[in-house]
Nanobody, 115 residues
Framework: QVQLVESGGGLVHPGGSLRLSCAASGSIFSNSVANWYRQPPGKQRELAATISSGGITNYVDSVKGRFTISRDNAKKTVYLQMNSLKFEDTAVYYC?????????WGQGTQVTVSS
């Protein structure tokens, strides 16, 4: 059974930074694609950033140049460094692992950008 535990969310001013972490249990992490999704208030969940098992990254246009996704396979952890945060980055952020064995989600962590 795979469990994902997110941390690092919170309240930040516009222009500030946060670093989200997602720690995984189980043995599938290193062979999984890891994703960060986000769901703004009243909107649909969207894929914000993804990193392949080999470290190839991709981002939604709205976060390119500001967010960085990374992974540490030894620690079974995926990170999302978020810089230059904007009001519109306010959302619940969800960690997701996708592998041949299944699709797994964390519980979500709230990020609020407010002055």
């Amino acid at each position: 059974q795979v469990q994902l535990v997110e941390s690092g969310g919170g309240l930040v001013h516009p222009g500030g930074s946060l670093r989200l972490s997602c720690a995984a249990s189980g043995s599938i992490f290193s062979n999984s694609v890891a994703n960060w999704y986000r769901q703004p208030p009243g909107k649909q969940r969207e894929l914000a950033a993804t990193i392949s098992s080999g470290g190839i990254t991709n981002y939604v246009d709205s976060v390119k140049g500001r967010f960085t996704i990374s992974r540490d396979n030894a620690k079974k952890t995926v990170y999302l460094q978020m810089n230059s945060l904007k009001f519109e980055d306010t959302a619940v952020y969800y960690c997701n692992l996708r592998s041949g064995f299944g699709n797994y989600w964390g519980q979500g962590t709230q990020v609020t950008v407010s002055s």
